[in-house]
């Protein structure tokens, strides 16, 4: 495993636990050797958790921690504009997955503006209201496809307000979005 590895180059965890240990399952959450791999990971690249593994190279899952939109209007031409754009015409919120968003990078106008929130309960209300404006949930912690989500947005000059809850967790995820660049508003 090495880090820096090129997103394309990345074997999956899966792969990894069938190449190197002969079955598919011995790295899954929860195993004492997935405690050890981690464990070992975290001291080598200062990361945690899932942290960790993506530092070092391998590729955790592309689909099952999709992030959650609320009528983002990528720009016409965009693979995903259409799929937004039907989403935001049934009036729905819709999760990309990393796979998506890896193969298709949103790209939004320049200066577009995105509330980028802890809480899916958010987008939920906003879909619920109709509301106007661009909501992305990062679930709390963000998955690869809320970080990659907010990365391509970010590239794209759009302008991203945060809002989380205030309390210890809220705030250190707070924290890892300024640092990104996006304007905070830390509250309830």
Do not use: K
């Not at 090129?6 to 997935?34: F, K």
């Not at 405690?35 to 955790?60: F, K, N, P």
């Not at 619920?128 to 909501?135: I, T």
Request: hydrophobic letters at 45%; glycine letters at 8%.
């Amino acid at each position: 495993i090495a880090a820096g590895v090129d997103a394309s180059d990345r074997q999956s965890r899966v792969d990894l636990a069938a190449n190197v240990v002969g079955s598919s399952h011995a790295l899954d959450w929860g195993t004492r050797e997935e405690a050890a791999v981690t464990r070992a990971l975290s001291l080598r690249s200062g990361g945690t958790g899932r942290d960790a593994w993506e530092r070092a190279g391998v590729q955790l899952d592309l689909v099952s921690a999709p992030v959650l939109t609320w009528r983002l209007h990528p720009v016409a031409g965009s693979p995903l504009a259409v799929l937004l754009a039907e989403a935001v015409r049934l009036g729905v919120p819709i999760h990309l997955s990393q796979l998506a968003l890896r193969t298709h990078p949103v790209v939004v106008p320049a200066g577009a503006d995105i509330l980028v929130t802890e809480n899916p309960r958010v987008v939920e209300a906003a879909a619920q209201e109709m509301n106007p404006h661009a909501v992305v949930a990062l679930n709390g912690n963000p998955s690869g496809a809320a970080r990659l989500l907010v990365d391509q947005l970010l590239q794209c000059g759009a302008a991203l307000r945060y809002h989380g809850d205030f309390d210890a967790a809220g705030l250190r995820i707070c924290a890892r979005m300024h640092r990104l660049g996006l304007v905070h508003s830390c509250a309830d």
